[in-house]
């Protein structure tokens, strides 16, 4: 801890941009901790006959956290590189 005090001076001009970066971090860590509670919904409902709909909607937002966690990606390497270089 006491490093990081060491380090305020420095990192004071970033301030905005480590908040930002720790909410992108937070953000991934949701999104992650979301994909079991759906495949979990699809081992339990979307495997009984005539649950298509519920397959494909699973399905897709299963692509949406994946996209959405790509951008959340994106954002805090380039945040993290930007406060590095």
Known sequence: MTALF???????PYLW????NML???????????VPRILQ???DQ???AG???FLLRSALILVGIGA??????LGQRYLTEWIGA
């Open 6 to 12: 060491k380090l305020r001076a420095y990192l004071k």
């Open 17 to 20: 941009q480590l908040l930002l």
């Open 24 to 34: 992108i971090l937070l953000g991934m860590t949701g999104l992650s901790l979301v």
């Open 41 to 43: 919904g699809v081992i």
């Open 46 to 48: 979307g495997l009984k």
């Open 51 to 53: 649950a298509s709909a």
């Open 68 to 73: 959405g966690t790509a951008v959340l990606n």
